[in-house]
């Protein structure tokens, strides 16, 4: 079991940057992949960014070379951040910190369903 908790979210305009944070209450050598997702109104909630345990990274495509999924390892906790530039109208939603512990396909890291913890939420908008 793992409690997230994300933040920095926020309102900037287009073209400005923002950095989400999620900690989790565990560390990260019990947890198999942390991800961002996100949801706009009317949306399904869309993968953005995940981290696996061994470091692969993988990213949505409309987000590539401007969001950066950083993992800040420690004894206790780990937390994952968003790094978010050049942000687009299009970017603008709700977006939640995932996390799973047992082992999923490269074609299932963007699932939601895969992903049984999630953080609460932070609001993301863009103008």
């Known amino acids: 079991h793992v409690q997230l908790v994300e933040s920095g979210g926020g309102s900037v305009q287009a073209g400005g940057s923002l950095r989400l944070s999620c900690q989790a209450s565990t560390s990260s050598d019990e947890i198999y992949a942390m991800a961002w997702f996100r949801q706009a109104p009317e949306n399904e909630r869309e993968g953005v960014a995940a981290?696996?345990?061994?470091?692969?990274?993988?990213?949505l495509d409309s987000v590539k070379g401007r969001f950066t999924i950083l993992q800040d390892k420690d004894k206790v906790k780990d937390t994952v951040y968003l790094q978010m530039n050049n942000l687009r109208p299009e970017d603008t939603g709700m977006y939640y910190c995932?996390?799973?512990?047992?082992?999923?396909?490269?074609?299932?890291?963007?699932?939601?369903?895969?992903?049984?913890?999630w953080g609460q939420g932070t609001q993301v908008t863009v103008s």
């Open positions: 981290i696996e345990g061994d470091g692969t990274i993988t990213y």
């Open positions: 995932a996390a799973v512990f047992k082992f999923l396909t490269r074609s299932t890291l963007f699932e939601a369903s895969a992903y049984p913890y």
